[in-house]
């Protein structure tokens, strides 16, 4: 009797322990709340360069499901853009290290082709971020993206295999192949009438054809190449592009026939922001000659005339630029007046009473620049760098037309 009294009381004992204990909440219990949805949102955000959110909804991803293979790899490609941007060589290998264990987690959970494929895909992705391996890698997963068997369906985000080859174009864009950059996004056009990527790639078919143009002809060292896919260049750029590419020091001596008089022409003074700059002889060039609109500048801050060279270059400025080197290059004075006098201007957007006017009528109607499709010339968009090498071509053009 004793014996199961005993029994008893530790029955009520074990009874209330379990019965007191918390329960485990089921996580991530609402319908939106799964980890599909936040990797959706996830890559929403990075299109939209919303880096830290991109990386909190892949972070909720996980935490709903710990073996979700997607969020572990647009983890890796949303650190990858964060790393693009840090400086400190310590600090960015930490990072790098993290990726890579990002994307080992996505490959060892990838148990479907779609995960498989998302994997390839950010593998190719990071790479090109990171720029610490060869390009032989992000050509090996682009590889293995295509020969993965899925249904474009079941590609919740990427929505079909031109995607790879959409992102490994920016992989050669960036590695400066412009023909196989152009290359990939034609195969992206050519994949389907209206996928996803198409705009995307028509964009930059357009931008590395341009480039391919600009640079047809001229000989562009590496210098040169990456000026030429920037969306805009500095004052310092397109006084390398000048230099090296018109070869304007040698060109400009040999019209003066006194040697001892080339000797005497120098800079006035050297602008204290040029010291340390690249360009900085480029730049000595530049001002020995006098270049109008590539003058030091006034700076109210440090009551000093500066170059300026980060200064973004824009199409109204790079007109007159041009029109300068055009005179100084072929001696006739007679254009920097040629269009003087006209009571209307075929562009909207510039009247013929500006100060630019005369030398963008130069410009457009030499066919060195060009107006926009919409018939304004806007002089306040930046240059980008394949314009600035297109100009400086037709430039060179006309010169040997002298």
């Known amino acids: 009797m004793k014996y199961l009294k005993i029994l008893v009381f530790l029955s009520i004992i074990v009874i209330a322990i379990y019965g007191c204990a918390p329960k485990e909440v089921s996580k991530c219990t609402l319908p939106e709340d799964n980890p599909e949805y936040h990797y959706l949102i996830g890559m929403k955000a990075l299109e939209d360069g919303k ?3 991109a990386i909190e909804k892949f972070e909720r991803a996980i935490y709903c499901d710990e073996n979700f293979s997607k969020a572990y790899s647009g983890l890796a490609i949303a650190k990858s853009e964060k790393v693009k941007k840090i400086q400190d060589p310590e600090i960015k290998k930490i990072e790098i290290e993290r990726i890579n264990k990002d994307l080992k987690t996505a490959k060892k959970k990838a148990e479907t082709p779609p995960q498989e494929f998302d994997y390839y895909m ?24 295509l020969n993965i068997k899925v249904d474009d369906a079941q590609l919740t985000y990427y929505q079909g295999k031109e995607a790879a080859h959409y992102f ?41 054809d341009k480039i391919i143009r600009a640079m047809a002809g001229i000989t562009v060292g590496d210098a ?3 000026i030429a896919v920037k969306d805009s260049i500095t004052r310092a750029e397109l006084v390398a592009l000048l230099i090296n590419e018109l070869k304007i020091d040698r060109v400009f001596s040999g019209k003066i026939p006194i040697q001892s008089e080339i000797k005497q022409i120098k800079p006035e003074f050297i602008p204290a922001d040029i010291i340390n700059n690249p360009f900085k002889q480029e730049i000595l060039t530049i001002l020995k000659w006098k270049i109008r609109g590539l003058e030091p500048k006034y700076d109210e ?22 029109e300068d080197v055009l005179i100084k290059l072929t001696g006739d004075e007679k254009i920097a007046t040629a269009f003087f006098g006209h009571e209307k201007s075929p562009f909207p957007d510039i009247r013929p009473t500006s100060p630019i006017y005369n030398a963008v009528m130069n410009m457009t109607t030499r066919g060195i620049m060009e107006p926009e499709l919409s018939g304004e010339f806007d002089p306040e968009k930046p240059v980008d760098g394949a314009e600035a090498i297109l100009a400086i071509r037709m430039l060179k053009q006309k010169i040997n037309i002298y």
């Open 168 to 208: 490994m174009g920016l992989a050669y864009f960036d590695a400066l192949d412009f023909e196989k950059a152009k290359d990939k996004f034609r195969a992206v056009l050519n994949s389907k009438i209206d996928g996803k990527w198409n705009e995307k790639a028509d964009r930059a078919w357009k931008k590395t």
């Open 122 to 145: 950010a593998k190719i992705r990071s790479l090109t971020n990171l720029k610490t391996n060869s390009l032989e890698e992000t050509e090996k997963a682009y590889f293995n993206v």
């Open 224 to 226: 040169g190449k990456k």
């Open 51 to 53: 880096i830290e959110l």
């Open 301 to 322: 801050t440090v009551k000093a005339y500066l170059f300026k060279p980060d200064e973004i270059v824009k199409r109204g400025e790079m007109a007159l630029i041009l």
